[in-house]
């Protein structure tokens, strides 16, 4: 089969919005890390390889000189938790993905590639070209962003001077509304909202976003065996 | 010179795990029998996820950022989504001023 060359500029184009956001937040990652003693080199390294904005921040602001390199490891781990109930459910729309090259694409499951990818989803099987066209532009922005920063080495100033920091709650909030369809997906909204507020409040770190998504997902479980039972008590 | 080698390991550290978060759900789905309740479950992780990462910011931040997420949920139900983002960036700047935070 042909490479959907129309998919693949179609998830760009989807995209370009976070990325053009996500530059400052680049830029500041990579100034960030040249404050604490990160070589200009290792933070696009780190960038390049590990590719999860949020994960990066606290990394860095955990980072000593020498790395402490079990901590690192194990609060990227927690950061990046939710990769993993997000993975689970991608892997339902990879019908189209040659088997082979599964592994490969699920390296640029990204908070909002993923939120794109589920909303397109939503509509139909999830061309692959889309997905790559979505994946490449935000590693592009999100490498290239870091050695702007590092190298450039001088305070960009604050993002949320400027709204920055909100582009990705507005963005994560568009895609939620076109999630709201039932009842139930109400009940899961304010079990995961409240959870995660809660969890952030409360617990040091970063589990909110584990502690928050089970919540809901629980809810959902809970919800749809109760609907079950009572279809199975109309059956009788 | 160990410095340099420290950071690389633990550049490395992190590539790895993150991978392995992202990676794992491909090899999880093949235990799974999505049916039932299961894919009640799963079909919520979408918008669990996503509200548990906006939580902290609309819910527990500020008058602002909470004021700013209703505009930008009520933009979205009428407006594309690159107007409705556009319009939440603005209120947020909007409100931080009016709010002084």
């Known amino acids: ?236 | 010179m160990s410095a340099g080698y420290v950071t690389e390991l633990a550049i490395a550290g992190m590539a790895v795990a993150t991978y392995l978060t992202r990676v794992s759900g491909l090899y999880l789905m093949r235990f799974m029998k999505v049916e039932g309740r299961t894919k009640a479950a799963l079909d919520a992780v979408p918008p669990a996820i996503l509200m548990a990462v906006i939580a902290p910011v609309a819910f527990a931040t500020g008058p602002a950022e909470t004021a700013a997420a209703v505009v930008t949920a009520i933009a979205a139900l009428r407006l594309p989504l690159i107007v409705a983002v556009i319009i939440g960036v603005a209120s947020v700047v909007a409100l931080r001023h009016l709010f002084g935070s």
């Open chain 1, 1 to 236: 089969m042909a490479f959907e060359w129309s998919e693949f500029r179609r998830g760009v184009i989807d995209i370009l919005p976070v990325v053009t956001a996500a530059v400052p937040i680049g830029l500041l990652f990579g100034t960030l890390a040249a404050a604490k003693g990160i070589a200009p080199t290792e933070a696009v390294l780190m960038s390049a390889s590990v590719f999860a904005g949020a994960a990066q921040f606290v990394a860095v602001d955990l980072w000593t000189n020498p790395a402490p390199v079990l901590l690192l490891t194990l609060t990227v781990f927690i950061v990046n938790i939710r990769h993993v109930l997000m993975g689970v459910s991608f892997a339902r729309h990879m019908g189209r993905f040659p088997p082979a090259v599964r592994p490969l694409a699920m390296f640029f499951l990204v908070d909002e590639n993923w939120a794109f990818a589920e909303r397109r989803a939503l509509a139909g099987p999830l061309p692959p070209a889309y997905w790559w066209g979505m994946g490449i532009a935000m590693w592009i922005q999100w490498v290239f962003g870091t050695a702007l920063g590092a190298f450039l080495g001088r305070s960009l100033g604050n993002p949320a001077a400027f709204g920055f920091d909100f582009a990705f709650t507005a963005t994560f909030i568009c895609i939620l509304v076109g999630f709201c369809r039932t009842w139930r997906t109400g009940a899961v909204l304010a079990s995961s909202g409240s959870a995660a507020a809660l969890a952030k409040l409360t617990v040091p770190g970063a589990w909110y976003i584990a502690i928050g998504g089970l919540a809901g997902v629980a809810v959902a479980y809970l919800l749809a065996g109760e609907a079950g039972a009572r279809e199975a008590e109309a059956e009788l």
